[in-house]
């Protein structure tokens, strides 16, 4: 008979598929880049910001669920970067057009390179960096999951 608490022997590189990063109950109402940080598995992705030794993910999915009321209007991207550079974009600017209440969320779509071939290392960085481009317009909060694969710790 195997173990019951088996599975409790496993870290999240033993399993596919995860849940990577999350923040809950985050408003979208200033603009600017970096407003929102999700930190990728609570900062342990890195060791000491050195190519040797950090580890990588795979994101396969961002959701954005869990509307605390409309925040149709806001549009961001998610980078790599806190500074808005397009070009290291994990998902480029998209409308949340699909959250206009509670019981709602919008899968974003991976953009470039993240989605076809490149994980994510921490030696590039710890964190995945939420850039409101247009705000909401209200103080309604959200919730945002990254889900991927642990390549490495």
């Known amino acids: 008979m195997a173990n019951p608490d088996s ?3 496993y870290t999240l590189d033993s399993f596919g598929n995860g849940r990577i990063a999350v923040v809950k109950a985050t408003q979208l ?3 600017g880049n970096a407003v929102v940080v999700l930190p ?3 900062g342990g992705l890195t060791n000491a910001n050195a190519a040797v030794g950090s580890g990588s993910v795979i994101v396969r999915r961002i959701t954005v669920q869990n509307a605390s009321g409309s925040v149709a209007s806001a549009n961001v991207s998610i980078t790599t970067t806190n500074d808005g550079n397009i070009s290291n974009a994990v998902v480029a600017n ?5 959250l206009t209440g509670g019981g709602k969320y919008q ?6 390179a993240y989605g076809a071939n490149t994980s994510v290392t921490g030696f590039v960085t ?5 850039n409101v481009n247009t705000a909401s317009g209200n103080s309604n909060t959200v ?9 490495s710790f």
Not at 143 to 151: K, L, M, R, S
């Open 126 to 130: 710890q964190a995945l960096y939420v």
């Open 143 to 151: 919730d945002i999951a990254v889900y991927g694969d642990v390549v």
């Open 7 to 9: 599975v409790a022997q």
């Open 40 to 42: 990728i598995l609570s």
């Open 107 to 112: 899968d974003l779509t991976i953009n470039g």
């Open 94 to 98: 998209v409308t949340l057009a699909n």
């Open 29 to 31: 109402n200033t603009t």
